[in-house]
Each structure stands twice: as structure tokens, then as C-alpha cells.
């Protein structure tokens, strides 16, 4: 596939722009129907909001410093600030740097001359001015970036195209190059795999799942079942669906699992999870929604 070939030649090439190698994997993500490829790439290109985990990747340790006045015209400057002054919710000023732009504008950091810093937010600086130095007043903060953070998000982001890049022609190969062909779940896996580095719950949900996660389906109880499904974004249509399946099925209670319509839908519903409340990988939607129907139908736990 020329698309799929183009894309691992840029992510080997570092002489290129990575906005242009995350455009091609954008367009990759819509051709194999992938919600969570199409998320990260999307984010990687216009930026991460205060409201996303950020990726590790893009998390950076960092020192703060500080210009302080003081009486008679005193100044103190390039001070460091230690973090154990700050409250904790804003002790990341002065440890970590979290890297939240689009990537073009890391690309365009690479080469600059000095030192790159990120200074802190005016009511940040405001809210600690004499906090720090007895007599002294902070009048400007920021954070100090090593210039090889730079080349590290970079390189890991390549590195993460390229495995997966290469991982998809790999199943090209028994698909008879049908991109078409590929199972939706062996995709899902590789985007958990090599795109978010095994993560499977991602963007800030990891509290909201552990809820969800405990949850429990009475038997036979469909409502139950429904609104557990609809908070990791099964649609009406889909319910509607796996109604049809179950009752096809028709699973007795000494069954050992679930039956083969169940189980499809569970696959292909699986597969396509991304857009919920909570967002997950295949391999643990596809357990989790397991884990419910079985409660439904009365089967025991795997």
C-alpha cells in the first residue's frame, strides 16, 4: 500500500517535518476506520488541552528560576526555586515541563540557539512573589527546557509510527494486501501497542474507568447492561443489536460462554470504542463488556 510504505519511509527519514508524517498517518487512521490512531494523531498535530493526559512522552523534568527586587534596588537573578515551597497542585512548575503545543513547534525549536525555557503564568508568579527570599520579590518565573527534550519527543514519536507502520504491513502480508481485510481488533492492538506504548485507557479517563470497572450487572436485569455499555459509548443502535444477538444465541445457563453471535458483537463493538466516556483499547473493552454480558446471562467468571 503506497500510503502505508510513504508513511514508514518518513518516519525513518529525520529530515522531515513530523506534521506532514502525522497528516499521512491521520489519513492512514480514516482508511482503517481507527478512532483512537485518528485521536492521538489529531492531538499530536493541533495540541493537547489542560483537560488531556498527556502522553510520558511529552512530560519533561525541569528546574525553575526566578529574577527577584529587593530594597534599594537589589536584585537577585537566574535563582533557582525550589518545589517544596510551591502547594502541591503546582509543584510541576518548578519540576516538570509538560510539552502541550503542536508538534510543528518543537520541530521549529530544533536548531535554535540558547537555552528554551517557558515562563510561568503572571498569576502564578503573583500568587508566590514573596514566598521564596525573605525581603525579596519574584518578579519573573519560568522553567528551563533541556534542548535534548526536544529531540527525544521527536524520535519518539517516529520510533512509535515506524513500529506500527511496519507491524500493519506485516498483516498486510496474510491479508493479501487488502488494508480492507485486516481484523478491526488486530489493529486496536497495535495502536495500544506501539502508539500509546500499551496504554489502554487514555485522555484523563484512568479514574473515571476504575469506577466503571466495578460495576456489576444483575442478570437478566437489560437496563443494567445498557447504561454500563452506554459509558464506554455504545450507541442505541449497537444495544439494539446485541438484543437481536443474545436472543439469537438464546445462551442456557449451563452454557461455559457465550454465544457466537454475543461474541461477535462484542469483537466488533470492541473494536470500535473510542469515543465513550471512557476510552479503551480492544483487549480491555472487549473483557470488560465480556465481564457484563456473562453477569447478564447468568454465566460464571472466566
Same mark, same amino acid.
Request: aromatic share 8%; hydrophobic share 40%; charged share 20%.
Given at each position: 500500500?503506497?500510503?502505508?510504505?510513504?508513511?514508514?519511509?518518513?518516519?525513518?527519514?529525520?529530515?522531515?517535518?513530523?506534521?506532514?508524517?502525522?497528516?499521512?498517518?491521520? *489519513?492512514?487512521?480514516?482508511?482503517?476506520?481507527?478512532?483512537?490512531?485518528?485521536?492521538?494523531?489529531?492531538?499530536?498535530?493541533?495540541?493537547?488541552?489542560?483537560?488531556?493526559?498527556?502522553?510520558?512522552?511529552?512530560?519533561?523534568?525541569?528546574?525553575?528560576?526566578?529574577?527577584?527586587?529587593?530594597?534599594?534596588?537589589?536584585?537577585?537573578?537566574?535563582?533557582?526555586?525550589?518545589?517544596?515551597?510551591?502547594?502541591?497542585?503546582?509543584?510541576?512548575?518548578?519540576?516538570?515541563?509538560?510539552?502541550?503545543?503542536?508538534?510543528?513547534?518543537?520541530?521549529?525549536?530544533?536548531?535554535?540557539?540558547?537555552?528554551?525555557?517557558?515562563?510561568?503564568?503572571?498569576?502564578?508568579?503573583?500568587?508566590?512573589?514573596?514566598?521564596?527570599?525573605?525581603?525579596?520579590?519574584?518578579?519573573?518565573?519560568?522553567?528551563?527546557?533541556?534542548?535534548?527534550?526536544?529531540?527525544?519527543?521527536?524520535?519518539?514519536?517516529?520510533?512509535?509510527?515506524?513500529?506500527?507502520? *511496519?507491524?500493519?504491513?506485516?498483516?498486510?502480508?496474510?491479508?493479501?494486501?487488502?488494508?480492507?481485510?485486516?481484523?478491526?481488533?488486530?489493529?486496536?492492538?497495535?495502536?495500544?501497542?506501539?502508539?500509546?506504548?500499551?496504554?489502554?485507557?487514555?485522555?484523563?479517563?484512568?479514574?473515571?474507568?476504575?469506577?466503571?470497572?466495578?460495576?456489576?450487572?444483575?442478570?437478566?436485569?437489560?437496563?443494567?447492561?445498557?447504561?454500563?455499555?452506554?459509558?464506554?459509548?455504545?450507541?442505541?443502535?449497537?444495544?439494539?443489536?446485541?438484543?437481536?444477538?443474545?436472543?439469537?444465541?438464546?445462551?442456557?445457563?449451563?452454557?461455559?460462554?457465550?454465544?457466537?453471535?454475543?461474541?461477535?458483537?462484542?469483537?466488533?463493538?470492541?473494536?470500535? *470504542?473510542?469515543?465513550?466516556?471512557?476510552?479503551?483499547?480492544?483487549?480491555?473493552?472487549?473483557?470488560?463488556?465480556?465481564?457484563?454480558?456473562?453477569?447478564?446471562?447468568?454465566?460464571?467468571?472466566?
Amino acid at each position: 500500500m503506497k500510503l502505508l510504505d510513504e508513511i514508514i519511509d518518513l518516519a525513518v527519514d529525520n529530515s522531515g517535518p513530523l506534521s506532514v508524517l502525522l497528516r499521512k498517518c491521520l *489519513l492512514l487512521a480514516h482508511t482503517l476506520k481507527n478512532q483512537r490512531l485518528r485521536t492521538w494523531a489529531e492531538k499530536e498535530l493541533d495540541g493537547y488541552d489542560e483537560t488531556d493526559e498527556l502522553p510520558e512522552y511529552r512530560r519533561v523534568g525541569a528546574i525553575a528560576k526566578g529574577h527577584f527586587f529587593g530594597p534599594f534596588q537589589a536584585q537577585l537573578k537566574n535563582q533557582p526555586l525550589p518545589p517544596s515551597v510551591l502547594e502541591p497542585e503546582h509543584r510541576r512548575f518548578a519540576t516538570e515541563v509538560w510539552l502541550t503545543q503542536p508538534i510543528a513547534a518543537y520541530d521549529r525549536e530544533m536548531g535554535k540557539k540558547g537555552t528554551p525555557i517557558i515562563e510561568w503564568p503572571p498569576d502564578l508568579t503573583a500568587m508566590y512573589q514573596l514566598k521564596f527570599i525573605e525581603g525579596y520579590a519574584l518578579n519573573r518565573a519560568w522553567q528551563v527546557i533541556p534542548p535534548s527534550s526536544f529531540v527525544a519527543l521527536r524520535d519518539t514519536v517516529r520510533n512509535r509510527i515506524l513500529k506500527f507502520g *511496519l507491524e500493519i504491513r506485516d498483516e498486510l502480508g496474510t491479508v493479501n494486501n487488502d488494508i480492507h481485510a485486516i481484523p478491526p481488533t488486530k489493529v486496536e492492538q497495535s495502536v495500544t501497542t506501539y502508539i500509546y506504548g500499551g496504554t489502554n485507557v487514555i485522555a484523563g479517563t484512568a479514574h473515571h474507568f476504575a469506577q466503571i470497572a466495578e460495576v456489576s450487572v444483575p442478570q437478566g436485569d437489560f437496563g443494567s447492561l445498557s447504561a454500563a455499555l452506554k459509558e464506554l459509548g455504545v450507541s442505541e443502535h449497537e444495544l439494539g443489536d446485541l438484543k437481536q444477538d443474545i436472543a439469537h444465541d438464546a445462551i442456557p445457563p449451563t452454557a461455559r460462554s457465550l454465544g457466537q453471535k454475543t461474541g461477535e458483537w462484542i469483537g466488533a463493538t470492541a473494536a470500535k *470504542l473510542g469515543a465513550g466516556a471512557v476510552k479503551l483499547g480492544g483487549n480491555v473493552a472487549e473483557a470488560l463488556i465480556t465481564q457484563w454480558l456473562r453477569q447478564y446471562v447468568g454465566l460464571p467468571p472466566h
